[in-house]
């Protein structure tokens, strides 16, 4: 039992076995659940109200009061000022987007975008990865592993290159990467191995290999790197005023941001920093649909920290029999087993949370809708679109309600997927989506083709605009 003011402790309240900061083996050394970073807050300086961190805005020039993770460090107290390592991650924006609010069903200025393509290397996990790079630094990590389907491998090689402290080294499955990721991997220097196999095959691996060479791994098992997620929640309710949106919406793989937003809300509440708590909707893409099958349809719960550990396992094994991979046009959230499903229980209990799942034709419909409305977003993204439309149409969501829906890639993540959606060519569209389910862009804003004739184009451009 450690006497320390931060730790590392089990999620299982049964358990409660608790671990320094300085462990990395990230694992319950008791019961072998997950780990939370957890803090005694009475021992620390939380703030006293939420407008607290509005005065760092004040302070840009600070590199730390500039992020748009450590401006809120007294949230995360795991590290001290000089230990903290920012590349200026979480910049990143909360729109209202009113074109795709009249496409999911909800009334004018009641649908949020939380753009989080806008980081360093385009996405999400850049919140995370300045936090478990930070502890990477604390127990004196000199290379770092990530299994990925793209955006943690960019993520990691970006903030490997941009500190020149670690060597990156990434697993990716075969042929399950976008371009758009892999070359980011590839410009920044990492080490990248590709195995036989999926991101599950990978994330086994990874560990295995980590553990054996000691070589630090970021991916989301890793309870420091939930900690810089949770501030994407932190700036979307700085941007709503301090006020808890009625809807989280958020695309769900690993699903280490939902645990992440569920522990920052847990948090805030157990810190009398927030009255009322959002709901929570984790949205799978229709091919990769482990939680809502457990969730949804199966009844899994958190149960006091007990969930039921045979329906998961009886799921998994009938994976394996019946030789079942994930398979979804939305690359990153391409996961069958979820590392991070007994947090994502937890928060869905805390928060009042659903799980539904959609389509690929319903993800890039979605994602069609919001490039439309101007914002570019990666496939996996459009999926919180996709289910929020989905929950609105069953009446899960009210037209009055304030829905926060979060894009947590760039478009240019994956561009092959939204040429092929546009494209004129009947050819590359079957190639890259008729395989995964597509069989219509229903809003496609295709090329026209003309001569090389400048009365034709003149009559087009009349024609068309």
Same mark, same amino acid.
């Given at each position: ?90 910049? =990143?924006? @909360?729109?209202? !987007?009113? /074109?795709?609010? $009249? ?5 004018? #200025? +009641? *649908? ?50 941009? =500190?020149? @402290?670690?060597? !990156?080294? /990434?697993?990716? $499955? ?5 371009? #758009? +990721? *892999? ?55 700085? !941007? ?226």
């Amino acid at each position: 039992m450690t006497t320390e003011a931060v730790f590392q402790r089990c999620i299982h309240p049964h358990c409660g076995a608790t671990l320094g900061v300085d462990e990395t083996a990230f694992a319950c050394p008791r019961c072998g659940g997950l780990l939370d970073v957890a803090y005694d807050w009475a021992r620390l300086t939380p703030p006293k109200s939420l407008r607290d961190f509005e005065a760092k805005w004040s302070q840009r020039t600070d590199p730390l009061s500039f992020s748009g993770v450590w401006r809120f460090r007294e949230l995360l107290p795991f590290a001290s000022p000089e230990q903290i390592l920012t590349i200026g991650e979480g910049q =990143t924006i @909360l729109q209202q !987007a009113d /074109i795709v609010a $009249g496409y999911v069903g909800v009334q004018p #200025g +009641k *649908l949020f975008l939380q753009y989080e393509g806008q980081n360093p290397s385009g996405s999400f996990k850049d919140n995370g990865m300045t936090a478990a790079f930070t502890h990477a630094r604390m127990v004196g990590a000199r290379r770092a592993a990530c299994a990925s389907t793209g955006n943690t491998s960019a993520s990691l090689a970006v903030f490997c290159s941009a =500190t020149g @402290l670690m060597r !990156a080294i /990434i697993f990716i $499955g075969s042929g399950k990467i976008s371009y #758009g +990721k *892999l070359a980011q991997a590839l410009d920044h220097g990492a080490l990248t191995v590709q195995i036989a196999g999926d991101f599950d095959d990978a994330m086994q691996r990874v560990q295995q290999v980590s553990r054996r060479l000691g070589i630090y791994l970021v991916n989301s098992i890793n309870p420091f790197r939930l900690e810089g997620q949770k501030t994407v929640m932190y700036r979307v309710l700085e !941007a709503l005023r301090w006020e808890a949106p009625d809807w989280i919406v958020v695309p769900g793989g690993n699903l280490g941001n939902v645990s992440a937003f569920g522990k920052a809300f847990i948090e805030l509440a157990e810190l009398g920093l927030l009255k009322r708590l959002p709901r929570l909707a984790v949205i799978n893409a229709a091919g990769a649909d482990t939680f809502f099958k457990l969730f949804g349809q199966a009844n899994l719960r958190w149960e006091g920290g007990k969930p039921a550990k045979q329906t998961i396992e009886e799921y998994y094994r009938h994976l394996d029999a019946e030789k079942i991979r994930a398979s979804t046009i939305a690359s990153a959230i391409e996961i069958n087993r979820p590392v991070n499903l007994p947090k994502a229980l937890r928060a869905l209990d805390r928060c009042g949370g659903v799980v539904r799942e959609a389509s690929d034709q319903d993800i890039l419909d979605a994602k069609a809708k919001v490039g439309a409305g101007g914002l570019g977003c990666e496939p996996a993204s459009a999926a919180s679109v996709a289910g929020a439309r989905k929950l609105r149409q069953e009446g899960i969501i009210a037209p009055n309600d304030r829905v926060v829906c979060i894009l947590t890639g760039h478009a240019l993540k994956d561009p092959t997927a939204t040429v092929a959606y546009h494209t004129t060519d009947q050819k590359t569209f079957e190639e890259v989506l008729g395989t995964r389910g597509v069989r219509r862009a229903t809003y496609a804003n295709r090329a026209v083709q003309v001569p090389n004739d400048l009365d034709e184009i003149i009559k087009a451009i009349e024609v068309y605009s």
